[in-house]
């Protein structure tokens, strides 16, 4: 199981996720191989985390009041 240099976005990271828990579902994988995938399955699932904690941390709402246009945070409590 390979690990690209380059990261894939992270729908490609979900589908690659997705295809690493089927295989583990199976029960087809020697234990190597199982053992090979889940370590594999765990850095995607930490680096998908990482990307959301990104996102949400970027993610603002605008607000419109009046003329003005107001940033928020999207975690506030205004909403």
């Not at 941390?57 to 419109?64: C, W, Y």
Request: with cysteine; aromatic share 4%.
């Amino acid at each position: 199981m390979s690990e690209d240099k380059n990261p894939a976005n992270f729908e490609e990271q979900i589908k690659k996720l997705e295809h690493l828990v089927a295989q583990l579902e199976t029960g087809n994988l020697s234990l190597e191989d199982s053992i090979k995938a889940y370590e594999e399955g765990v850095k995607i699932a930490q680096n998908c985390q990482m990307t959301l904690k990104n996102a949400e941390q970027k993610v603002e709402i605008l607000t419109k009041q009046g003329e003005e246009l107001v940033k928020q945070d999207f975690n506030s409590e205004d909403i």
